[in-house]
C-alpha cells in the first residue's frame, strides 16, 4: 500500500519560513520523481516545485529564490524548505510520486495535503 504523509505546515507571519516534508511508504522511492503542488482556495491545484529521480529540479517562476525542493533517498522523503512566505503563497500543499521511472506504466500518487497559512 502506497503512501505519502506530508508534515510541516502551519501558520506563519509573511516573510517567515517553513520546511515541509512528505515520508513515502510502498514504493520504491529513489525511482520516483516527486514533485510539490499547492491549492489555495477557489483555484486549480498547480505545481510547485519538482526533483526527478535523477535529480534534475524545476519550480514555478513565483517561487524560484523562495523555495528549494530537496529529497532524501535513504529516509524516503521529499522536502520543501519555504522562505520569505507571502500571503499568496497560502494553501494545502501536497506532494506527488510519479513512477517508477524506466517503465512503460507510471503510476501518480498523492499525499493528503499539509495547509500552510501566511498571515500576520
Known amino acids: 500500500q502506497v503512501q505519502l504523509v506530508e508534515s510541516g505546515g502551519g501558520l506563519v507571519q509573511p516573510g517567515g519560513s517553513l520546511r515541509l516534508s512528505c515520508a513515502a511508504s510502498?514504493?520504491?522511492?529513489?525511482?520516483?520523481?516527486m514533485g510539490w503542488y499547492r491549492q489555495a482556495p477557489g483555484k486549480l491545484r498547480e505545481f510547485v516545485a519538482g526533483m526527478t529521480s535523477g535529480g534534475y529540479i524545476n519550480y514555478i517562476d513565483s517561487v524560484k529564490g523562495r523555495f528549494t525542493i530537496s529529497r532524501d533517498n535513504a529516509k524516503n522523503t521529499v522536502y520543501l524548505q519555504i522562505n520569505s512566505l507571502k500571503p499568496e503563497d497560502t494553501a494545502v500543499y501536497y506532494c506527488k510520486a510519479n513512477g517508477p521511472i524506466g517503465t512503460l506504466r507510471r503510476d501518480d500518487y498523492w499525499g493528503q495535503g499539509t495547509q500552510v497559512t501566511v498571515s500576520s
Open positions: 510502498g514504493i520504491s522511492f529513489s525511482l520516483y520523481n
